[in-house]
C-alpha cells in the first residue's frame, strides 16, 4: 500500500471489461492485469498523480482514489 495514496479497484463495477482498461489509461502503471483481473501495484500506489483517467475510465464507484494524508 502507498504511502499518500491509496487506490481501489471495483472490477464488478468496471464493466464491460472488469478494469482492464485501467492498464492502458494509467500513465504511471499503477494497474496491471494478474490472471486477467486487474490489480493495483503496492509499489507504484504513491506514483499516482491524481489525474483522473482511471476514474473517467468507467461509472462512479468503479476505482476510489483515497489519500491518505491531509492537506
Not at 489509461?25 to 509499489?43: A, Q, Y
Request: hydrophobic share 40%; net charge negative.
Amino acid at each position: 500500500m502507498g504511502i499518500f495514496i491509496k487506490v481501489e479497484v471495483s472490477p464488478a463495477r468496471c464493466i464491460p471489461d472488469g478494469g482492464a482498461k485501467l492498464v492502458n489509461v494509467c500513465p504511471v502503471n499503477v494497474f496491471s492485469l494478474v490472471d486477467g483481473k486487474v490489480v493495483t501495484d503496492p509499489e507504484n500506489e504513491d506514483e499516482c498523480t491524481l489525474c483522473g483517467l482511471c476514474l473517467d475510465a468507467y461509472p462512479a464507484g468503479g476505482v476510489v482514489l483515497r489519500r491518505l494524508y491531509r492537506e
